[in-house]
């Protein structure tokens, strides 16, 4: 009963008309960012982190959600459309939708898509907003030591989510610790890498790094590649958009097994939303009664996996307000977000921030009423925004990514880091190295750095706290099973099938 009256506190904070105003800008923001191939609802939010500074803090992270939200959605028009996923997360909806447009079933894919979308979105999020408090209650418990090992695992997962491999994710991560340091030590008041610069002495804003890093970077990548964006031919919708009552009857239950599969995946800290898709998929090939549609356009495969993708951004959410653990791209960015206002995802936030925390849960339903009714009406809209010419595209995002910044923090050697950081991003995406660690290591370096500092000083500097501790040491085993496990589990499979042999 307290959660339904702290919820319905947060509805009566989402529904005033700028709140409102904010969610509807975010939904369509994020639907035309998920339409448009290589721009993905993390750049969009880091490019708008800038602007929101000194905005109300409940509007901007209501707008943010609503983005994260609307780029679910988007991403599947293009994947229909064009055949090009606008994400990972969108690469199964693209295997059958596109095959189902090809054969004039343009309509019913886009329509099974969008309410499966609404349905998996509405449901994750009743249970986020049973599940988060539930899991912050809990986390209240933790000691400076625990806190500490939890960052270690998150450290080792994002490592592991992101990139090709561990050694590119542990590189980046890296990469985001040091720029972490920059700043003057809170303990020791000495200049930690600020090169005599004195604008550096407060440390890296994190906005000018989530611009320069997603923004920049990928406008010099898509540069680099001298490629346009229509290179697929768009399918054109032929027939009624709506679906029929055989469609209905096939779709229903994927929209449920997808829900399943995409929130408690997404909830967990190493999750995503590709590994639930994938599973989503194989789940209904198996259990379809048309097995002979699948390869050429069965409408299970884009109901089911598109549900997976849109409960596993509410359960994404889970770790990241309840633990501070961002477990995608956009969640990191929306933790710089939080961190813009002073706010620190946590358990705590749900005692000092309840009405920010519980509007913006509550918004997400709101959100998801509006995207079902901007996404089936206006496809013939989102469709046309896939004739913007590239360099027009990426041009405006850099002018925007500039402007932002300066708009920010008017410095000379603000727009510099813009500059040298993009460069780097842009380095680490034509070798393959994942961008999003950069920021976490960022973000959450510092906090660790604090907590651990914290625990020894508690413990007259004994390092054995972190084991003394049975929860603390429960995330230290977890964490190097993460990083080892993998590892050892390939060689010790290598090594029997060379036994067998």
């Given at each position: 009963?307290?959660?339904?009256?702290?919820?319905?506190?947060?509805?009566?904070?989402?529904?005033?008309?700028?709140?409102?105003?904010?969610?509807?800008?975010?939904?369509?923001?994020?639907?035309?960012?998920?339409?448009?191939?290589?721009?993905?609802?993390?750049?969009?939010?880091?490019?708008?982190?800038?602007v929101?500074?000194?905005?109300?803090?409940?509007?901007?992270?209501?707008?943010?959600?609503?983005?994260?939200?609307?780029?679910?959605?988007?991403?599947?028009?293009?994947?229909?459309?064009?055949?090009?996923?606008?994400?990972?997360?969108?690469?199964?909806?693209?295997?059958?939708?596109?095959?189902?447009?090809?054969?004039?079933?343009?309509?019913?894919?886009l329509?099974?898509?969008?309410?499966?979308?609404?349905?998996?979105?509405?449901?994750?999020?009743?249970?986020?907003?049973?599940?988060?408090?539930?899991?912050?209650?809990?986390?209240?418990?933790?000691?400076?030591?625990?806190?500490?090992?939890?960052?270690?695992?998150?450290?080792?997962?994002?490592?592991?989510?992101?990139?090709s491999s561990?050694?590119?994710?542990?590189?980046?991560?890296?990469?985001?610790?040091?720029?972490?340091?920059?700043?003057?030590?809170?303990?020791?008041?000495?200049?930690?890498?600020?090169?005599?610069?004195?604008?550096?002495?407060?440390?890296?804003?994190?906005?000018?790094?989530?611009?320069?890093?997603?923004?920049?970077?990928?406008?010099?990548?898509?540069?680099?590649?001298?490629?346009?964006?229509?290179?697929?031919?768009?399918?054109?919708?032929?027939?009624?958009?709506?679906?029929?009552?055989?469609?209905?009857?096939?779709?229903w239950?994927?929209?449920?097994?997808?829900?399943?599969?995409?929130?408690?995946?997404?909830?967990?800290?190493?999750?995503?939303?590709?590994?639930?898709?994938?599973?989503?998929?194989?789940?209904?090939?198996?259990?379809?009664?048309?097995?002979?549609e699948?390869?050429?356009?069965?409408?299970?495969?884009?109901?089911?996996?598109?549900?997976?993708?849109?409960?596993?951004?509410?359960?994404?959410?889970?770790?990241?307000?309840?633990?501070?653990?961002?477990?995608?791209?956009t969640?990191?960015?929306?933790?710089?977000?939080?961190?813009?206002?002073?706010?620190?995802?946590?358990p705590?936030?749900?005692?000092?921030?309840?009405?920010?925390?519980?509007?913006?849960?509550?918004?997400?339903?709101?959100?998801?009423?509006?995207?079902?009714?901007?996404?089936?009406p206006?496809?013939?809209?989102?469709?046309?925004?896939?004739?913007?010419?590239?360099?027009w595209?990426?041009?405006?995002?850099?002018?925007?990514?500039?402007?932002?910044?300066?708009?920010?923090?008017?410095?000379?050697?603000?727009?510099?880091?813009?500059?040298?950081?993009?460069?780097?991003?842009?380095?680490?995406?034509?070798f393959?190295?994942?961008?999003?660690?950069?920021?976490?290591?960022?973000?959450?370096?510092?906090?660790?750095?604090?907590?651990?500092?914290?625990?020894?000083?508690?413990?007259?500097?004994?390092?054995?706290?972190?084991?003394?501790?049975?929860?603390s040491?429960?995330?230290?085993?977890?964490?190097?099973?993460?990083?080892?496990?993998?590892?050892?589990?390939?060689?010790?499979?290598?090594?029997?099938?060379?036994?067998?042999?």
């Amino acid at each position: 009963m307290e959660t339904l009256a702290l919820l319905g506190n947060g509805l009566t904070i989402a529904l005033q008309p700028t709140n409102l105003i904010f969610a509807l800008i975010g939904v369509t923001l994020g639907t035309a960012v998920g339409v448009l191939p290589g721009i993905g609802p993390a750049m969009t939010v880091a490019l708008l982190l800038p602007v929101t500074f000194k905005m109300d803090p409940a509007g901007s992270l209501i707008m943010f959600a609503g983005i994260y939200y609307g780029g679910m959605y988007g991403g599947s028009t293009t994947s229909i459309l064009l055949n090009t996923p606008g994400e990972s997360a969108s690469i199964i909806t693209a295997m059958e939708g596109n095959k189902m447009a090809r054969k004039g079933r343009a309509g019913p894919a886009l329509a099974t898509a969008a309410i499966g979308s609404f349905v998996a979105g509405t449901i994750a999020t009743a249970l986020l907003t049973l599940f988060a408090p539930w899991l912050a209650e809990m986390a209240i418990a933790f000691g400076p030591e625990d806190y500490f090992a939890l960052m270690v695992v998150a450290f080792i997962t994002v490592s592991a989510t992101f990139g090709s491999s561990r050694l590119r994710g542990l590189t980046s991560l890296a990469i985001g610790l040091t720029l972490g340091l920059v700043g003057i030590d809170k303990l020791t008041g000495q200049a930690r890498l600020a090169f005599g610069v004195p604008d550096l002495l407060d440390g890296l804003e994190v906005t000018t790094v989530a611009v320069a890093m997603f923004a920049v970077g990928e406008a010099m990548a898509v540069a680099s590649q001298r490629s346009s964006l229509g290179e697929g031919q768009v399918q054109q919708i032929r027939g009624s958009l709506w679906m029929t009552r055989e469609d209905w009857k096939r779709s229903w239950a994927p929209w449920l097994r997808g829900t399943a599969f995409g929130f408690p995946i997404g909830a967990l800290p190493a999750g995503g939303a590709e590994v639930p898709t994938f599973l989503s998929y194989s789940a209904e090939k198996r259990l379809t009664k048309h097995p002979e549609e699948f390869g050429h356009g069965a409408i299970e495969g884009v109901a089911g996996p598109e549900a997976a993708n849109n409960a596993s951004a509410a359960g994404t959410l889970v770790p990241l307000l309840t633990l501070g653990i961002p477990t995608s791209a956009t969640a990191a960015i929306m933790l710089a977000g939080f961190q813009q206002y002073n706010l620190q995802p946590g358990p705590l936030l749900f005692v000092t921030s309840a009405d920010i925390v519980w509007g913006l849960i509550a918004s997400l339903f709101i959100a998801n009423a509006m995207l079902i009714v901007l996404n089936l009406p206006m496809i013939g809209l989102w469709v046309k925004l896939l004739s913007i010419p590239r360099p027009w595209l990426y041009g405006g995002i850099l002018m925007f990514a500039t402007v932002g910044v300066l708009a920010a923090k008017g410095s000379l050697v603000e727009l510099s880091l813009v500059l040298v950081l993009g460069l780097l991003a842009f380095a680490m995406r034509r070798f393959d190295y994942p961008v999003a660690p950069v920021v976490v290591g960022m973000i959450l370096g510092p906090m660790a750095e604090t907590q651990l500092r914290r625990a020894l000083q508690i413990n007259n500097g004994d390092p054995m706290v972190l084991l003394h501790s049975p929860i603390s040491a429960t995330l230290l085993v977890i964490a190097v099973l993460a990083l080892f496990g993998p590892m050892l589990w390939s060689r010790l499979g290598w090594t029997m099938k060379s036994d067998e042999d």
